[in-house]
């Protein structure tokens, strides 16, 4: 059983440009979790998707960030205008149900840097 | 705002040393914590704490909760160089069901 796939692993971007992030889920995954982990910070919760449906994006910029799980396909992230402050590593994570008692599966993380 | 708090941020041992790693947290509502295992790449689960007192336990890695106290603690004996790598302590809390609020980690370097 694949675990979550995250791409790419490494992405460079000039301010500015576009920064697209993707994530597939385990098999059987049908929740989403995106975290950002800024240096010298701990990982901290972005948005919450279903498929089709964002749960919760109360840790999302309220400006040039935007996510998606479509029906069929990876889940997005978009960062439209990349800025210096955007560069991070971008975690997603997976699980079966909501939360509860279920622990969120982690994947590699995409390591943006914006020059 | 919750907080979680770890301890110390680095620690640098050899091999055969035992550790232990300090979590500690303010939150609303408590469910659970959770430790993981970071090296270059995703974090791993180790353990997941939502009664206190019950320690869990994986070969050389054990792990206990304090909800009176608000912390956690997570042991290494005999550690290993395989065991050099960020573990981060995260809890489960409020109105939230899914929402993990992490720690900054804890580097711990085991030298031969």
């Known amino acids: 059983n694949a675990g979550v796939m995250q791409n790419p692993r490494h992405l460079v971007r000039r301010r500015g440009q576009e920064a697209r992030l993707r994530c597939s889920p385990m098999k059987g995954h049908s929740h989403v979790y995106w975290y950002r982990q800024l240096p010298e910070e701990g990982l901290k919760f972005m948005v919450y998707l279903q498929k089709e449906n964002i749960i919760d994006e109360s840790g999302m910029p309220k400006e040039r960030f935007s996510a998606e799980f479509p029906k069929e396909g990876p889940s997005i992230l978009r960062i439209q205008q990349v800025v210096r402050g955007d560069s991070a590593a971008y975690f997603c994570a997976s699980s079966p149900f909501s939360g509860g008692t279920d622990t969120q599966y982690f994947g590699p993380g995409t390591r943006l840097t914006v020059l | 705002e919750d907080k979680v708090v770890q301890s110390p941020l680095s620690l640098v041992v050899h091999e055969g040393d035992t550790v232990t790693l300090n979590c500690s947290y303010e939150?609303?509502?408590?469910?659970?914590l959770l430790w993981y295992k970071q090296e270059k790449k995703a974090p791993t689960f180790l353990f997941m704490l939502t009664s206190s007192g019950i320690e869990k336990k994986s070969g050389r890695l054990s792990s206990i909760l304090d909800k009176k106290e608000l912390f956690s603690i997570l042991n290494i004996t005999a550690t290993q160089t395989g065991d050099s790598a960020v573990y981060l302590c995260?809890?489960?809390?409020?109105?939230?069901?899914?929402?993990?609020?992490f720690g900054k980690g804890t580097l711990l370097t085991v030298n031969p």
């Open positions: 939150v609303t509502n408590f469910r659970s």
């Open positions: 995260a809890v489960l809390s409020g109105g939230s069901n899914y929402k993990l609020t």
